[in-house]
C-alpha cells in the first residue's frame, strides 16, 4: 500500500508561483511514477506532469516553459513547480503514485485527494 497526501494549493492571482507537495510512503515498487493531474468541473483529469523513482521526467506540452516537476533525495515528496499562473490552471490538482511492472505491485495506482488551486485574474 501507499499513501498519497497533497499540500500546497490556494488562492493566487495571475502570474504568481506556487508550489504543490506530494508526499508518498509505502513500498518503493508500487510508487516507481509519480505524477500530478489536474481536474477542472466537467472536464477529464489530465496528466500534467511525472516523474521516476530514476529521476526521469515528463511534463505536458501545455506546461512546458511554466511547471516543472521534482523531487527530493528522499524520493518520498515530489514537487510541482508551477509559473505564471493564469485562470486556466484553477483545478483541483491530484497526485498519483503508480507501479512500473504489475509483477512489483498488486495494486496498479494509488491517488491522493487532491489540493485546490484557485488563480484569479
Known amino acids: 500500500q501507499v499513501f498519497v497526501h497533497e499540500s500546497g494549493g490556494g488562492s493566487v492571482q495571475a502570474g504568481d508561483s506556487l508550489i504543490l507537495s506530494c508526499e508518498t510512503v509505502?513500498?518503493?515498487?508500487?510508487?516507481?511514477?509519480t505524477g500530478w493531474y489536474r481536474q477542472s468541473p466537467g472536464k477529464a483529469r489530465d496528466l500534467v506532469a511525472m516523474?521516476?523513482?530514476?529521476?526521469?521526467?515528463y511534463t505536458a506540452n501545455s506546461e512546458k516553459g511554466r511547471f516543472t516537476i521534482s523531487q527530493d533525495d528522499t524520493k518520498n515528496r515530489v514537487y510541482l513547480h508551477m509559473n505564471h499562473l493564469i485562470a486556466e490552471d484553477t483545478a483541483q490538482y491530484y497526485c498519483k503514485a503508480w507501479r512500473r511492472y504489475a509483477s512489483e505491485c498488486v495494486f496498479p495506482e494509488f491517488w491522493g485527494h487532491g489540493t485546490q488551486v484557485t488563480v484569479s485574474s
Open positions: 516523474i521516476n523513482r530514476d529521476g526521469g521526467t
Open positions: 509505502g513500498n518503493n515498487t508500487c510508487r516507481y511514477y
